[in-house]
């Protein structure tokens, strides 16, 4: 008799090893059959699209940098102009 309930749950705990590599390896296997080899995302890949988002960030922070300059300059400006009562 099993002592198995009907509703539990099988997690990555209960299974072995070599059931979870393959089901990993079917699941790759599909991906690449779907998706296709020139679509696949790669850790190169992974990586150069981080690249990209650190020199995005880098280059709105320095727009952002140079506007908070400029509006400090403006308003230094514009202090210096007043007339002085």
Do not use: F
Not at 1 to 7: D, F, K, L
Not at 49 to 60: F, I, N, P, S, T
Not at 61 to 77: N, S
């Amino acid at each position: 008799m099993s002592t198995v309930e009907p509703n539990q749950t099988i997690g990555l705990t209960t299974i072995s090893r070599t059931v979870a590599s393959l089901a990993v390896g079917v699941v790759h296997t599909v991906e690449r059959a779907v998706v296709g080899e020139a679509r696949m995302r790669t850790a190169r890949g992974n990586a150069w699209e981080a690249v990209c988002a650190d020199r995005a960030r880098a280059d709105q922070r320095a727009e952002l940098d140079r506007l908070v300059a400029e509006l400090t300059a403006a308003r230094a400006a514009a202090r210096d102009r007043q007339p002085v009562s």
